[in-house]
C-alpha cells in the first residue's frame, strides 16, 4: 500500500498570502489529522477530520482551517500568512479514527510540507 | 491543560549502551501512549506504543513502560547502533479522538 502522500512538498510564500496543503491518506483510512512542527513548539495538533467531519480542533487561530473530502483526501488553509507560520506541515491518517472505535488507532504520518513565510 | 513533558533533550551514547527517555502527562484521561522516531529530513514513524492497560511492552532491544499513578512512561533502547541515531518523541492520547500530545522530543545521538 502507499504510505500517506503530502503535496506540495515545499513551498514558499509571502506574508498575507494563503495557502492550501494536500494530504492523501493511505488507501482505506479514513481519519487525517494535521500537526504543525517547529524547532521551537515541537509537534502540535491541529485538527482531526473523519468521514468529512472536524471532529477535534487544536488551539490555534481561525486563520487555519481544514477540511475532508468524500474520498478521505484533506486538505489545511493557512490564511493571511505570517512570518510565525513557517514550519513544517504533517498529516497523519489511522484506519477508523477513535472518534468512532473508541481507542486510538496506530497513525502514519505523511512526509510533510515545508512551508516558508517571507 | 494537557502537557506532555520530555526528558533529556538531548542525550548521546557509545555504541552498544542502552538509552533511557522519560516522559510525564498531565491528563489524566489518557490512555495510550506511542513512542515516534524522526531521522532528520523524513517523517516521523512509530516504534512502540503502549496502552494503559499494560505495564511493559518489548519488542526486540525497544522497550517502554508505563506507570499510570505516578503519569510516567519511558522509551529504553538497548545494545544502541548508530542508526538509532534521531530525534525521539513520546506522546499521549485518548479515547475517542486521534489528537496525540507530543513531547518536545530527544535527541539521540550513538557514537560508534
Known amino acids: 500500500k502507499a504510505g500517506v502522500t503530502q503535496t506540495p512538498r515545499y513551498l514558499i510564500k509571502t506574508r498575507g498570502q494563503q495557502v492550501t496543503l494536500s494530504c492523501s491518506p493511505i488507501s482505506g483510512h479514513r481519519s487525517v489529522s494535521w500537526y504543525q512542527q517547529t524547532p521551537g513548539q515541537g509537534l502540535q495538533f491541529l485538527f482531526e477530520?473523519?468521514?468529512?467531519?472536524?471532529?477535534n480542533k487544536g488551539n490555534f487561530p481561525g486563520r487555519f482551517s481544514g477540511r475532508q473530502f468524500s474520498n478521505s483526501r484533506s486538505e489545511m488553509n493557512v490564511s493571511t500568512l505570517e512570518l510565525g507560520d513557517s514550519a513544517l506541515y504533517l498529516c497523519?491518517?489511522?484506519?477508523?479514527?477513535?472518534?468512532?472505535?473508541?481507542?486510538?488507532?496506530?497513525?502514519?504520518f505523511g512526509p510533510g510540507t515545508r512551508l516558508l513565510v517571507l | 491543560g494537557e502537557n506532555v513533558e520530555q526528558h533529556p533533550s538531548t542525550l548521546s551514547v557509545q555504541e552498544g549502551d542502552s538509552a533511557v527517555i522519560k516522559c510525564t502527562y498531565s491528563d489524566s484521561a489518557s490512555n495510550y501512549f506511542p513512542w515516534y522516531k524522526q531521522e532528520l529530513g523524513k517523517r516521523p514513524q512509530l516504534i512502540i506504543d503502549?496502552?494503559?492497560?499494560?505495564g511493559e511492552k518489548k519488542d526486540q532491544r525497544i522497550a517502554v513502560t508505563l506507570n499510570k499513578t505516578a503519569k510516567h512512561f519511558s522509551l529504553h533502547i538497548t545494545e544502541t547502533q548508530p542508526e538509532d541515531s534521531a530525534v525521539y518523541f513520546c506522546a499521549a492520547g485518548s479515547y475517542n479522538t486521534d489528537k496525540l500530545i507530543f513531547g518536545t522530543g530527544t535527541r539521540l545521538q550513538v557514537f560508534p
Open positions: 477530520y473523519f468521514s468529512e467531519t472536524q471532529r
Open positions: 503502549i496502552r494503559s492497560n499494560v
Open positions: 497523519a491518517s489511522s484506519a477508523v479514527g477513535a472518534g468512532t472505535s473508541g481507542a486510538q488507532e496506530t497513525q502514519y
